[in-house]
Protein backbone atom coordinates (compact mmCIF):
# COMPACT_ATOMS: atom_id res chain seq x y z
CA UNK A 1 0.00 0.00 0.00
CA UNK A 2 1.81 3.10 -1.14
CA UNK A 3 0.93 6.60 -0.85
CA UNK A 4 0.35 7.11 -4.72
CA UNK A 5 -2.42 3.87 -4.43
CA UNK A 6 -3.95 6.34 -1.24
CA UNK A 7 -4.04 9.38 -2.84
CA UNK A 8 -5.34 7.30 -6.41
CA UNK A 9 -8.09 6.05 -4.06
CA UNK A 10 -9.19 9.12 -2.70
CA UNK A 11 -9.00 11.18 -5.83
CA UNK A 12 -11.38 8.77 -7.56
CA UNK A 13 -13.87 9.26 -4.24
CA UNK A 14 -13.72 12.68 -4.48
CA UNK A 15 -13.89 13.32 -8.32
CA UNK A 16 -17.36 10.66 -7.84
CA UNK A 17 -18.84 12.87 -4.87
CA UNK A 18 -18.76 16.43 -6.69
CA UNK A 19 -21.01 14.63 -9.23
CA UNK A 20 -23.17 13.14 -5.73
CA UNK A 21 -23.04 16.42 -4.33
CA UNK A 22 -24.65 17.86 -7.78
CA UNK A 23 -27.18 15.32 -7.46
CA UNK A 24 -28.04 15.46 -4.54
CA UNK A 25 -28.41 19.44 -4.50
CA UNK A 26 -31.12 19.55 -6.97
CA UNK A 27 -33.50 17.08 -4.20
CA UNK A 28 -32.23 19.01 -1.42
CA UNK A 29 -33.17 22.53 -3.18
CA UNK A 30 -36.82 21.37 -3.70
CA UNK A 31 -37.07 19.41 -0.08
CA UNK A 32 -35.96 22.87 1.76
CA UNK A 33 -38.32 24.74 -0.54
CA UNK A 34 -41.22 22.95 -0.28
CA UNK A 35 -41.35 19.86 1.90
CA UNK A 36 -41.47 17.23 -0.88
CA UNK A 37 -39.25 14.56 -1.56
CA UNK A 38 -38.74 14.09 -5.23
CA UNK A 39 -38.57 10.16 -5.57
CA UNK A 40 -38.39 10.62 -9.60
CA UNK A 41 -34.93 12.95 -9.42
CA UNK A 42 -32.78 9.82 -10.48
CA UNK A 43 -35.29 9.58 -13.63
CA UNK A 44 -34.74 13.27 -14.09
CA UNK A 45 -30.76 12.48 -14.20
CA UNK A 46 -31.47 9.48 -16.29
CA UNK A 47 -33.46 11.68 -18.80
CA UNK A 48 -30.71 14.32 -19.46
CA UNK A 49 -28.47 10.88 -19.69
CA UNK A 50 -30.45 9.93 -22.66
CA UNK A 51 -31.19 13.37 -24.09
CA UNK A 52 -27.25 13.56 -24.51
CA UNK A 53 -27.07 10.15 -26.02
CA UNK A 54 -30.23 10.54 -28.50
CA UNK A 55 -28.26 13.98 -29.86
CA UNK A 56 -24.99 11.87 -29.60
CA UNK A 57 -26.67 8.83 -31.71
CA UNK A 58 -27.90 11.73 -34.58
CA UNK A 59 -24.89 13.71 -35.51
CA UNK A 60 -22.41 12.87 -32.87
CA UNK A 61 -22.25 16.22 -30.90
CA UNK A 62 -20.03 16.10 -28.25
CA UNK A 63 -21.64 16.14 -24.70
CA UNK A 64 -20.01 19.16 -23.79
CA UNK A 65 -21.08 21.08 -25.83
CA UNK A 66 -24.91 19.43 -25.16
CA UNK A 67 -24.50 20.50 -21.71
CA UNK A 68 -26.28 23.84 -21.96
CA UNK A 69 -29.16 22.65 -24.08
CA UNK A 70 -29.83 19.89 -21.69
CA UNK A 71 -29.36 21.72 -18.85
CA UNK A 72 -32.52 24.14 -20.14
CA UNK A 73 -34.35 21.45 -21.40
CA UNK A 74 -34.70 19.88 -17.74
CA UNK A 75 -35.29 23.19 -16.24
CA UNK A 76 -38.34 22.98 -18.19
CA UNK A 77 -39.32 19.54 -17.44
CA UNK A 78 -38.88 20.34 -13.66
CA UNK A 79 -41.13 23.17 -14.17
CA UNK A 80 -43.73 21.56 -16.22
CA UNK A 81 -43.70 18.82 -13.20
CA UNK A 82 -44.52 21.26 -10.88
CA UNK A 83 -47.50 22.64 -12.87
CA UNK A 84 -49.00 19.81 -14.22
CA UNK A 85 -48.68 17.24 -10.72
CA UNK A 86 -46.95 18.81 -8.06
CA UNK A 87 -49.07 21.90 -7.65
CA UNK A 88 -51.46 19.76 -7.66
CA UNK A 89 -50.49 17.18 -5.06
CA UNK A 90 -49.57 20.36 -2.99
CA UNK A 91 -53.35 21.19 -2.54
CA UNK A 92 -54.89 17.76 -1.71
CA UNK A 93 -56.77 18.31 1.59
CA UNK A 94 -56.23 14.65 2.66
CA UNK A 95 -52.77 12.53 3.41
CA UNK A 96 -50.34 15.22 1.66
CA UNK A 97 -47.11 13.72 2.71
CA UNK A 98 -48.20 10.09 1.10
CA UNK A 99 -49.59 11.61 -2.09
CA UNK A 100 -46.64 13.84 -2.59
CA UNK A 101 -44.27 10.29 -2.16
CA UNK A 102 -46.28 8.38 -4.26
CA UNK A 103 -47.06 11.08 -7.25
CA UNK A 104 -43.05 11.38 -7.74
CA UNK A 105 -42.90 7.71 -7.70
CA UNK A 106 -45.62 7.06 -10.00
CA UNK A 107 -43.94 9.76 -12.49
CA UNK A 108 -40.60 7.50 -11.70
CA UNK A 109 -41.95 4.75 -13.12
CA UNK A 110 -43.99 6.40 -15.87
CA UNK A 111 -40.43 7.82 -16.45
CA UNK A 112 -38.64 4.77 -16.50
CA UNK A 113 -40.93 3.19 -18.92
CA UNK A 114 -41.49 5.40 -21.25
CA UNK A 115 -37.61 5.58 -21.93
CA UNK A 116 -37.58 1.84 -22.15
CA UNK A 117 -40.14 2.65 -24.90
CA UNK A 118 -37.91 4.78 -26.63
CA UNK A 119 -34.49 3.51 -26.56
CA UNK A 120 -34.99 -0.12 -25.23
CA UNK A 121 -34.21 -1.56 -22.01
CA UNK A 122 -29.91 -2.71 -22.88
CA UNK A 123 -27.08 -0.24 -21.78
CA UNK A 124 -25.97 2.35 -23.99
CA UNK A 125 -22.62 4.44 -23.55
CA UNK A 126 -21.39 7.07 -25.52
CA UNK A 127 -18.17 6.38 -26.69
CA UNK A 128 -15.03 8.27 -28.91
CA UNK A 129 -16.15 11.60 -28.22
CA UNK A 130 -13.43 14.55 -27.38
CA UNK A 131 -12.58 13.49 -23.54
CA UNK A 132 -13.19 9.78 -23.65
CA UNK A 133 -10.43 7.97 -22.81
CA UNK A 134 -7.41 10.65 -21.70
CA UNK A 135 -6.35 10.70 -18.30
CA UNK A 136 -3.57 13.16 -16.73
CA UNK A 137 -1.30 12.04 -14.37
CA UNK A 138 -0.35 14.33 -11.21
CA UNK A 139 2.25 13.24 -8.98
CA UNK A 140 1.58 9.60 -9.83
CA UNK A 141 -2.27 9.77 -9.52
CA UNK A 142 -4.09 9.23 -12.35
CA UNK A 143 -6.98 11.32 -13.57
CA UNK A 144 -9.02 10.28 -16.29
CA UNK A 145 -10.73 13.55 -18.20
CA UNK A 146 -14.34 12.65 -18.08
CA UNK A 147 -14.50 12.26 -14.64
CA UNK A 148 -12.10 15.64 -14.19
CA UNK A 149 -14.54 17.56 -16.48
CA UNK A 150 -17.47 15.98 -14.61
CA UNK A 151 -16.77 16.84 -11.07
CA UNK A 152 -15.04 20.25 -12.34
CA UNK A 153 -18.45 21.13 -14.08
CA UNK A 154 -20.47 19.97 -11.25
CA UNK A 155 -18.55 22.02 -8.43
CA UNK A 156 -18.76 25.15 -11.42
CA UNK A 157 -22.74 24.63 -11.21
CA UNK A 158 -22.69 23.98 -7.27
CA UNK A 159 -21.30 27.79 -7.13
CA UNK A 160 -23.74 29.09 -9.56
CA UNK A 161 -26.34 27.61 -7.21
CA UNK A 162 -24.62 29.30 -4.24
CA UNK A 163 -24.65 32.89 -6.28
CA UNK A 164 -28.69 32.15 -7.10
CA UNK A 165 -28.74 32.53 -3.57
CA UNK A 166 -27.90 35.51 -3.14
CA UNK A 167 -29.66 37.01 -5.98
CA UNK A 168 -32.82 38.63 -5.20
CA UNK A 169 -34.89 35.99 -6.85
CA UNK A 170 -32.64 33.62 -4.03
CA UNK A 171 -33.98 35.86 -1.56
CA UNK A 172 -37.29 35.25 -2.47
CA UNK A 173 -36.76 31.55 -2.44
CA UNK A 174 -35.06 31.58 1.29
CA UNK A 175 -38.55 33.69 1.97
CA UNK A 176 -40.93 31.15 0.22
CA UNK A 177 -38.87 28.66 2.58
CA UNK A 178 -39.02 30.21 5.64
CA UNK A 179 -42.85 31.09 5.52
CA UNK A 180 -44.56 30.09 2.64
CA UNK A 181 -47.62 31.98 3.66
CA UNK A 182 -46.54 35.36 4.53
CA UNK A 183 -44.38 35.61 1.40
CA UNK A 184 -47.76 36.45 -0.31
CA UNK A 185 -47.96 39.85 1.26
CA UNK A 186 -45.13 41.30 0.77
CA UNK A 187 -45.89 40.06 -3.15
CA UNK A 188 -43.96 37.15 -3.84
CA UNK A 189 -45.97 34.46 -6.15
CA UNK A 190 -45.03 31.22 -4.19
CA UNK A 191 -46.62 29.36 -7.25
CA UNK A 192 -43.66 30.89 -9.75
CA UNK A 193 -41.34 30.47 -7.01
CA UNK A 194 -41.61 26.89 -6.10
CA UNK A 195 -41.94 26.50 -10.19
CA UNK A 196 -38.66 28.23 -10.35
CA UNK A 197 -37.44 25.75 -7.67
CA UNK A 198 -38.32 22.82 -9.88
CA UNK A 199 -36.63 23.76 -12.80
CA UNK A 200 -33.26 24.84 -10.72
CA UNK A 201 -33.50 21.30 -9.33
CA UNK A 202 -34.33 19.37 -12.69
CA UNK A 203 -31.89 21.51 -14.13
CA UNK A 204 -28.94 20.88 -11.79
CA UNK A 205 -29.65 16.73 -11.71
CA UNK A 206 -29.97 17.70 -15.43
CA UNK A 207 -26.46 19.00 -15.77
CA UNK A 208 -24.85 16.56 -13.34
CA UNK A 209 -26.47 13.67 -15.74
CA UNK A 210 -24.98 15.49 -18.89
CA UNK A 211 -21.23 14.87 -17.49
CA UNK A 212 -21.84 11.52 -15.78
CA UNK A 213 -22.95 10.34 -19.73
CA UNK A 214 -19.65 10.95 -20.58
CA UNK A 215 -18.29 7.76 -18.66
CA UNK A 216 -21.67 6.08 -17.51
CA UNK A 217 -23.36 3.53 -19.11
CA UNK A 218 -26.86 4.65 -20.04
CA UNK A 219 -29.82 2.46 -19.24
CA UNK A 220 -33.31 2.45 -18.16
CA UNK A 221 -32.17 1.77 -14.41
CA UNK A 222 -29.12 4.43 -13.94
CA UNK A 223 -31.56 6.55 -12.34
CA UNK A 224 -32.43 4.02 -9.63
CA UNK A 225 -29.38 3.37 -8.95
CA UNK A 226 -28.22 7.17 -8.42
CA UNK A 227 -31.33 7.70 -6.54
CA UNK A 228 -30.70 5.84 -3.51
CA UNK A 229 -27.46 7.83 -3.01
CA UNK A 230 -28.64 11.12 -3.63
CA UNK A 231 -31.43 10.48 -0.90
CA UNK A 232 -28.75 9.26 1.18
CA UNK A 233 -26.80 12.10 0.29
CA UNK A 234 -29.08 14.31 1.30
CA UNK A 235 -30.28 12.83 4.38
CA UNK A 236 -26.48 12.97 5.58
CA UNK A 237 -25.97 16.59 4.80
CA UNK A 238 -28.98 17.53 6.54
CA UNK A 239 -32.66 18.37 4.47
CA UNK A 240 -32.64 21.74 2.61
CA UNK A 241 -28.65 22.56 3.26
CA UNK A 242 -26.62 22.88 0.17
CA UNK A 243 -23.56 23.19 2.44
CA UNK A 244 -24.71 19.54 3.59
CA UNK A 245 -25.34 18.38 0.25
CA UNK A 246 -21.23 19.29 -1.09
CA UNK A 247 -20.01 17.77 2.27
CA UNK A 248 -22.00 15.32 2.38
CA UNK A 249 -21.71 14.04 -1.15
CA UNK A 250 -17.83 14.22 -1.02
CA UNK A 251 -17.81 12.21 2.35
CA UNK A 252 -19.99 9.42 0.40
CA UNK A 253 -17.91 9.58 -2.45
CA UNK A 254 -14.68 8.84 -0.22
CA UNK A 255 -16.48 6.20 1.75
CA UNK A 256 -17.47 4.72 -1.33
CA UNK A 257 -14.02 4.57 -3.09
CA UNK A 258 -11.83 2.86 0.32
CA UNK A 259 -14.45 0.67 0.80
CA UNK A 260 -14.16 -0.83 -2.64
CA UNK A 261 -10.51 -0.38 -2.49
CA UNK A 262 -9.79 -2.23 0.64
CA UNK A 263 -12.85 -4.17 1.42
CA UNK A 264 -14.95 -5.62 -1.44
CA UNK A 265 -16.01 -3.66 -4.87
CA UNK A 266 -19.47 -5.03 -4.77
CA UNK A 267 -20.26 -3.76 -1.36
CA UNK A 268 -18.85 -0.32 -1.32
CA UNK A 269 -22.60 1.02 -0.99
CA UNK A 270 -22.60 -1.33 2.42
CA UNK A 271 -20.27 1.12 3.49
CA UNK A 272 -21.43 4.07 2.01
CA UNK A 273 -25.17 3.03 4.18
CA UNK A 274 -23.38 2.40 7.15
CA UNK A 275 -21.90 5.39 7.62
CA UNK A 276 -25.13 7.22 7.20
CA UNK A 277 -26.68 5.33 9.67
CA UNK A 278 -23.95 5.89 12.21
CA UNK A 279 -24.28 9.69 11.77
CA UNK A 280 -27.87 9.67 11.43
CA UNK A 281 -27.69 7.43 14.57
CA UNK A 282 -25.64 10.49 16.39
CA UNK A 283 -27.30 13.38 14.71
CA UNK A 284 -31.07 12.90 13.54
CA UNK A 285 -31.47 15.91 11.49
CA UNK A 286 -28.46 15.31 9.28
CA UNK A 287 -24.33 16.92 9.57
CA UNK A 288 -25.79 20.45 8.40
CA UNK A 289 -29.89 20.09 8.62
CA UNK A 290 -31.56 22.84 10.63
CA UNK A 291 -34.12 21.45 12.97
CA UNK B 1 -71.58 7.35 20.73
CA UNK B 2 -70.01 4.07 22.53
CA UNK B 3 -73.02 2.05 21.13
CA UNK B 4 -72.90 3.44 17.82
CA UNK B 5 -68.87 2.29 17.14
CA UNK B 6 -69.53 -1.01 18.80
CA UNK B 7 -72.62 -1.05 16.07
CA UNK B 8 -70.14 0.27 13.29
CA UNK B 9 -67.41 -2.46 14.40
CA UNK B 10 -70.08 -5.40 14.47
CA UNK B 11 -70.90 -4.31 10.64
CA UNK B 12 -67.68 -4.50 9.65
CA UNK B 13 -67.03 -8.09 10.79
CA UNK B 14 -69.84 -9.10 8.96
CA UNK B 15 -68.78 -7.36 6.03
CA UNK B 16 -65.34 -8.87 6.61
CA UNK B 17 -67.62 -12.65 6.91
CA UNK B 18 -69.45 -11.89 3.67
CA UNK B 19 -66.34 -10.95 1.73
CA UNK B 20 -64.53 -13.73 2.99
CA UNK B 21 -66.60 -16.36 1.89
CA UNK B 22 -67.26 -14.62 -1.37
CA UNK B 23 -63.44 -15.09 -2.31
CA UNK B 24 -63.57 -18.40 -0.67
CA UNK B 25 -66.16 -19.07 -3.33
CA UNK B 26 -64.01 -17.52 -6.49
CA UNK B 27 -62.62 -21.18 -7.59
CA UNK B 28 -65.89 -21.98 -8.08
CA UNK B 29 -66.54 -20.44 -11.06
CA UNK B 30 -63.14 -19.40 -11.64
CA UNK B 31 -61.24 -22.59 -13.34
CA UNK B 32 -58.47 -21.00 -15.69
CA UNK B 33 -55.30 -21.91 -13.95
CA UNK B 34 -54.00 -18.44 -14.94
CA UNK B 35 -57.46 -16.08 -13.18
CA UNK B 36 -56.45 -18.25 -10.02
CA UNK B 37 -52.77 -17.41 -10.06
CA UNK B 38 -53.93 -13.61 -10.55
CA UNK B 39 -55.73 -13.83 -7.61
CA UNK B 40 -54.37 -15.88 -5.67
CA UNK B 41 -50.92 -12.88 -5.95
CA UNK B 42 -53.73 -10.39 -5.51
CA UNK B 43 -55.10 -11.67 -2.63
CA UNK B 44 -51.44 -12.12 -1.30
CA UNK B 45 -50.42 -8.87 -1.63
CA UNK B 46 -53.91 -7.19 0.26
CA UNK B 47 -52.40 -9.27 2.90
CA UNK B 48 -49.26 -7.67 2.66
CA UNK B 49 -50.36 -4.54 1.96
CA UNK B 50 -52.36 -5.14 5.07
CA UNK B 51 -49.34 -5.52 7.84
CA UNK B 52 -47.44 -2.66 6.21
CA UNK B 53 -50.52 -0.53 7.13
CA UNK B 54 -50.37 -1.26 10.37
CA UNK B 55 -47.31 0.20 10.61
CA UNK B 56 -47.17 2.93 7.64
CA UNK B 57 -51.09 3.59 7.91
CA UNK B 58 -52.29 3.20 11.40
CA UNK B 59 -49.11 4.52 13.23
CA UNK B 60 -48.04 6.72 10.25
CA UNK B 61 -44.22 5.52 9.94
CA UNK B 62 -44.32 5.52 6.30
CA UNK B 63 -41.84 2.35 5.47
CA UNK B 64 -40.26 2.06 2.18
CA UNK B 65 -38.02 -1.15 3.25
CA UNK B 66 -40.78 -3.92 3.75
CA UNK B 67 -38.78 -5.70 1.40
CA UNK B 68 -36.34 -6.71 3.93
CA UNK B 69 -38.94 -8.25 5.92
CA UNK B 70 -40.69 -9.77 2.95
CA UNK B 71 -37.11 -11.23 2.10
CA UNK B 72 -36.18 -12.32 5.66
CA UNK B 73 -39.59 -14.44 6.12
CA UNK B 74 -38.92 -15.89 2.87
CA UNK B 75 -35.44 -17.04 3.28
CA UNK B 76 -36.08 -18.35 7.14
CA UNK B 77 -38.97 -20.48 6.18
CA UNK B 78 -37.08 -21.93 2.92
CA UNK B 79 -33.40 -22.73 4.50
CA UNK B 80 -35.46 -23.95 7.90
CA UNK B 81 -36.60 -26.70 5.05
CA UNK B 82 -33.92 -26.95 2.88
CA UNK B 83 -31.16 -27.21 5.55
CA UNK B 84 -32.99 -28.53 8.44
CA UNK B 85 -36.05 -30.38 6.77
CA UNK B 86 -38.39 -28.03 8.98
CA UNK B 87 -41.74 -28.00 7.44
CA UNK B 88 -43.25 -24.55 6.04
CA UNK B 89 -46.45 -24.43 7.78
CA UNK B 90 -43.67 -24.11 10.99
CA UNK B 91 -41.13 -21.84 9.22
CA UNK B 92 -44.04 -19.94 8.46
CA UNK B 93 -44.06 -19.03 12.33
CA UNK B 94 -40.18 -18.91 12.48
CA UNK B 95 -40.24 -16.84 9.39
CA UNK B 96 -42.89 -14.27 10.90
CA UNK B 97 -41.23 -14.02 14.22
CA UNK B 98 -37.82 -13.49 13.01
CA UNK B 99 -38.97 -10.74 10.77
CA UNK B 100 -40.68 -9.24 13.45
CA UNK B 101 -37.37 -9.73 15.56
CA UNK B 102 -35.65 -7.91 12.52
CA UNK B 103 -38.50 -5.47 12.86
CA UNK B 104 -37.26 -4.34 16.27
CA UNK B 105 -33.74 -4.14 16.22
CA UNK B 106 -34.46 -1.87 13.11
CA UNK B 107 -36.85 0.20 14.55
CA UNK B 108 -34.48 0.38 17.67
CA UNK B 109 -32.30 2.92 15.89
CA UNK B 110 -34.21 4.42 13.14
CA UNK B 111 -37.64 5.22 15.71
CA UNK B 112 -35.13 7.95 16.31
CA UNK B 113 -35.74 10.18 13.19
CA UNK B 114 -39.14 11.12 11.75
CA UNK B 115 -40.80 12.20 8.57
CA UNK B 116 -38.60 11.84 5.57
CA UNK B 117 -35.57 10.95 7.20
CA UNK B 118 -37.05 7.86 8.70
CA UNK B 119 -38.96 6.81 5.26
CA UNK B 120 -35.13 7.58 4.01
CA UNK B 121 -33.70 5.58 6.46
CA UNK B 122 -36.08 2.68 6.07
CA UNK B 123 -34.83 2.51 2.09
CA UNK B 124 -31.04 2.55 3.55
CA UNK B 125 -31.72 -0.61 5.74
CA UNK B 126 -33.74 -2.11 2.78
CA UNK B 127 -30.78 -1.73 0.24
CA UNK B 128 -28.16 -2.95 2.64
CA UNK B 129 -30.21 -6.06 3.30
CA UNK B 130 -30.57 -7.08 -0.26
CA UNK B 131 -27.08 -5.99 -0.73
CA UNK B 132 -25.82 -8.73 1.87
CA UNK B 133 -27.56 -11.08 0.82
CA UNK B 134 -26.50 -11.14 -2.95
CA UNK B 135 -23.41 -11.41 -1.62
CA UNK B 136 -24.09 -13.79 1.23
CA UNK B 137 -22.81 -17.35 -0.57
CA UNK B 138 -24.86 -19.54 2.41
CA UNK B 139 -27.92 -18.19 1.20
CA UNK B 140 -27.00 -18.82 -2.35
CA UNK B 141 -26.05 -14.85 -3.01
CA UNK B 142 -27.15 -13.87 -6.31
CA UNK B 143 -28.21 -17.23 -7.15
CA UNK B 144 -30.48 -17.38 -5.19
CA UNK B 145 -32.33 -20.88 -3.73
CA UNK B 146 -34.70 -23.37 -5.30
CA UNK B 147 -37.24 -25.09 -3.45
CA UNK B 148 -37.20 -28.68 -4.92
CA UNK B 149 -40.98 -30.69 -5.27
CA UNK B 150 -41.17 -33.26 -3.04
CA UNK B 151 -44.47 -34.31 -3.45
CA UNK B 152 -47.95 -33.06 -2.87
CA UNK B 153 -48.19 -32.36 1.15
CA UNK B 154 -50.11 -29.97 2.82
CA UNK B 155 -47.89 -29.44 6.07
CA UNK B 156 -44.56 -28.58 3.26
CA UNK B 157 -47.60 -25.73 1.34
CA UNK B 158 -46.80 -28.07 -1.83
CA UNK B 159 -48.96 -28.81 -4.72
CA UNK B 160 -48.12 -30.27 -7.63
CA UNK B 161 -50.57 -28.16 -10.31
CA UNK B 162 -53.11 -27.17 -8.59
CA UNK B 163 -53.55 -23.47 -7.80
CA UNK B 164 -56.47 -24.29 -5.55
CA UNK B 165 -54.80 -25.47 -2.10
CA UNK B 166 -52.75 -22.06 -2.00
CA UNK B 167 -55.58 -19.77 -3.05
CA UNK B 168 -57.14 -21.12 0.55
CA UNK B 169 -53.59 -20.74 2.03
CA UNK B 170 -53.09 -16.94 1.02
CA UNK B 171 -56.97 -16.04 1.54
CA UNK B 172 -56.37 -17.32 5.63
CA UNK B 173 -53.42 -15.32 5.45
CA UNK B 174 -54.86 -12.21 4.13
CA UNK B 175 -57.78 -12.71 6.60
CA UNK B 176 -55.78 -13.38 9.58
CA UNK B 177 -54.17 -9.75 8.68
CA UNK B 178 -57.28 -8.22 8.43
CA UNK B 179 -58.55 -9.47 12.19
CA UNK B 180 -55.53 -8.92 13.42
CA UNK B 181 -55.67 -4.57 12.15
CA UNK B 182 -59.28 -5.36 12.87
CA UNK B 183 -59.09 -6.07 16.31
CA UNK B 184 -55.94 -3.86 16.46
CA UNK B 185 -58.20 -0.47 15.57
CA UNK B 186 -60.55 -1.25 18.57
CA UNK B 187 -57.56 -2.06 21.27
CA UNK B 188 -55.49 0.13 23.50
CA UNK B 189 -52.81 0.05 20.75
CA UNK B 190 -55.06 1.17 17.98
CA UNK B 191 -55.49 4.38 19.53
CA UNK B 192 -52.05 5.00 20.62
CA UNK B 193 -51.02 4.25 17.33
CA UNK B 194 -53.57 6.90 15.60
CA UNK B 195 -52.47 9.74 18.46
CA UNK B 196 -48.31 9.35 17.83
CA UNK B 197 -49.29 9.46 13.62
CA UNK B 198 -51.82 12.42 14.53
CA UNK B 199 -49.62 14.56 16.44
CA UNK B 200 -46.83 13.25 18.68
CA UNK B 201 -46.51 15.84 20.79
CA UNK B 202 -50.65 15.38 21.96
CA UNK B 203 -49.77 11.75 22.02
CA UNK B 204 -46.97 11.90 24.87
CA UNK B 205 -49.01 14.56 26.68
CA UNK B 206 -51.40 12.20 27.53
CA UNK B 207 -49.17 9.19 28.55
CA UNK B 208 -49.02 7.49 25.23
CA UNK B 209 -45.19 5.83 24.73
CA UNK B 210 -43.94 6.98 21.20
CA UNK B 211 -41.15 4.63 20.65
CA UNK B 212 -42.98 1.55 22.37
CA UNK B 213 -45.92 2.07 20.29
CA UNK B 214 -43.66 2.38 17.18
CA UNK B 215 -41.67 -0.72 18.20
CA UNK B 216 -45.24 -2.30 18.49
CA UNK B 217 -46.28 -1.98 15.55
CA UNK B 218 -43.39 -2.14 13.50
CA UNK B 219 -42.79 -6.02 14.91
CA UNK B 220 -46.49 -6.85 14.15
CA UNK B 221 -45.98 -5.21 10.54
CA UNK B 222 -42.82 -6.81 10.10
CA UNK B 223 -43.75 -10.47 11.50
CA UNK B 224 -47.06 -10.24 9.18
CA UNK B 225 -44.83 -9.35 6.57
CA UNK B 226 -42.42 -12.15 7.03
CA UNK B 227 -45.03 -15.12 6.57
CA UNK B 228 -45.94 -13.53 3.88
CA UNK B 229 -43.09 -13.78 2.09
CA UNK B 230 -42.63 -17.63 3.38
CA UNK B 231 -46.01 -18.16 1.45
CA UNK B 232 -44.59 -16.42 -1.86
CA UNK B 233 -41.41 -18.48 -1.38
CA UNK B 234 -43.08 -21.40 -1.23
CA UNK B 235 -45.78 -20.63 -3.93
CA UNK B 236 -43.07 -19.75 -6.49
CA UNK B 237 -40.63 -22.37 -5.14
CA UNK B 238 -37.87 -20.18 -5.91
CA UNK B 239 -36.37 -17.07 -4.62
CA UNK B 240 -33.52 -14.76 -5.15
CA UNK B 241 -32.51 -11.36 -3.85
CA UNK B 242 -33.68 -9.74 -7.13
CA UNK B 243 -37.12 -11.15 -6.25
CA UNK B 244 -38.01 -11.19 -2.76
CA UNK B 245 -35.42 -8.17 -1.29
CA UNK B 246 -35.12 -5.59 -4.11
CA UNK B 247 -36.22 -2.02 -3.19
CA UNK B 248 -39.25 -1.69 -5.81
CA UNK B 249 -40.84 -4.61 -3.80
CA UNK B 250 -41.46 -2.41 -0.64
CA UNK B 251 -42.97 0.37 -2.68
CA UNK B 252 -45.49 -2.53 -4.42
CA UNK B 253 -46.25 -3.84 -0.60
CA UNK B 254 -47.08 -0.33 0.43
CA UNK B 255 -48.44 0.62 -2.90
CA UNK B 256 -52.19 -0.72 -2.44
CA UNK B 257 -52.79 0.33 1.13
CA UNK B 258 -51.87 4.18 0.17
CA UNK B 259 -54.20 3.95 -2.64
CA UNK B 260 -57.08 1.80 -1.28
CA UNK B 261 -56.74 4.03 1.53
CA UNK B 262 -54.23 4.27 4.51
CA UNK B 263 -55.08 3.44 8.15
CA UNK B 264 -58.52 1.68 7.28
CA UNK B 265 -59.50 -1.82 7.34
CA UNK B 266 -60.48 -2.35 3.18
CA UNK B 267 -57.97 -0.18 1.77
CA UNK B 268 -55.31 -2.22 1.52
CA UNK B 269 -57.61 -4.72 -0.07
CA UNK B 270 -59.53 -2.75 -2.52
CA UNK B 271 -56.12 -1.05 -3.25
CA UNK B 272 -54.68 -4.50 -4.13
CA UNK B 273 -57.97 -5.78 -5.94
CA UNK B 274 -57.00 -2.82 -8.63
CA UNK B 275 -53.78 -2.45 -8.61
CA UNK B 276 -52.32 -6.35 -8.97
CA UNK B 277 -54.68 -7.19 -11.60
CA UNK B 278 -53.35 -4.08 -13.59
CA UNK B 279 -49.88 -4.62 -13.00
CA UNK B 280 -50.33 -8.06 -14.03
CA UNK B 281 -52.47 -7.62 -16.91
CA UNK B 282 -51.02 -4.80 -18.98
CA UNK B 283 -47.74 -6.87 -18.05
CA UNK B 284 -48.33 -9.64 -19.98
CA UNK B 285 -50.48 -7.97 -22.15
CA UNK B 286 -48.27 -4.74 -23.05
CA UNK B 287 -44.57 -5.80 -21.09
CA UNK B 288 -44.10 -9.25 -23.55
CA UNK B 289 -42.16 -6.62 -25.74
CA UNK B 290 -39.92 -5.56 -23.24
CA UNK B 291 -40.83 -1.78 -24.78
CA UNK B 292 -42.41 -0.16 -21.27
CA UNK B 293 -45.99 0.50 -22.06
CA UNK B 294 -46.65 -1.71 -19.27
CA UNK B 295 -45.09 0.54 -16.78
CA UNK B 296 -46.43 3.69 -18.82
CA UNK B 297 -49.54 2.92 -17.85
CA UNK B 298 -48.70 1.76 -14.15
CA UNK B 299 -46.70 4.86 -13.23
CA UNK B 300 -49.73 6.77 -14.46
CA UNK B 301 -52.26 5.13 -12.84
CA UNK B 302 -50.46 5.66 -9.80
CA UNK B 303 -50.34 8.90 -9.84
CA UNK B 304 -53.65 9.24 -11.55
CA UNK B 305 -55.08 7.62 -8.09
CA UNK B 306 -53.10 9.83 -6.26
CA UNK B 307 -54.51 12.68 -7.30
CA UNK B 308 -57.50 11.93 -7.81
CA UNK B 309 -58.57 10.17 -4.64
CA UNK B 310 -55.63 11.14 -1.80
CA UNK B 311 -57.92 9.53 0.69
CA UNK B 312 -57.81 6.04 -1.29
CA UNK B 313 -60.12 4.67 -3.36
CA UNK B 314 -61.63 2.93 -0.15
CA UNK B 315 -63.30 6.71 -0.39
CA UNK B 316 -65.82 5.65 -2.86
CA UNK B 317 -67.57 3.40 -0.87
CA UNK B 318 -68.00 5.61 2.18
CA UNK B 319 -71.35 7.37 0.81
CA UNK B 320 -74.06 4.82 2.67
CA UNK B 321 -71.62 6.25 6.05
CA UNK B 322 -72.15 9.62 5.88
CA UNK B 323 -75.70 9.56 7.94
CA UNK B 324 -74.05 7.75 10.61
CA UNK B 325 -71.08 10.37 11.26
CA UNK B 326 -72.29 13.37 13.52
CA UNK B 327 -71.24 16.54 12.05
CA UNK B 328 -67.76 17.70 13.12
Redesign the interface.
Known amino acids: MTAAHLLQVAAGGLLMGLVYALVAAGLSLIFGLMDVVNFAHGELMMLAMYAVFAIWAINGTDPLLLLPIVAVLLFGIGIAIYHGLIARALSVQFNRGMVQIFVTFGLAIFIRGACQFVWGGDFKSITGHWLAGRTIELGGVFLPLPQMAASAICLAAFAGLLAIGRTEFGRALEATREDRDAVALIGIDRNRIFALGWGLGAGAVGVAGVMLAGFYYVGPNVGASFAVIAYVTVALGGFGSMLGALVAGILIGEVEAFTAAFWEPSLKQVGVFAVYLAVLMLRPRGLFGRL | MANAIVKRRRQELVVGGVVLAGLALLPVPIKDVYTQNLIIITVLFAGLAQAWNILGGYCGQ ?1 SLGHALYFGIGSYVSTLLYLKLGIPPTLGLFAAGIVAGAAALLIGW ?1 CF ?6 Y ?3 T ?3 G ?2 GY ?2 F ?2 WDFVGGATGVFIPFKGESWAELQFKTAKLPYHFVVLAFAAATWLAAFWLEGSRWGFAWRAVKDDVVAARSLGVNIFASKMAAAALSGGFTGMGGALYAQYVGYIDPDSVLA ?2 FS ?1 LIA ?1 PA ?2 GG ?1 GTLWGPLIGAAVLIPASELSRSYLGGS ?14 LV ?2 AR ?3 LVSLFNWRRKSDVPAA
Open positions: IPRLSGHYAIAVVVEILLLNGHILVLVGRGVDLMLYGGLIVALPQG
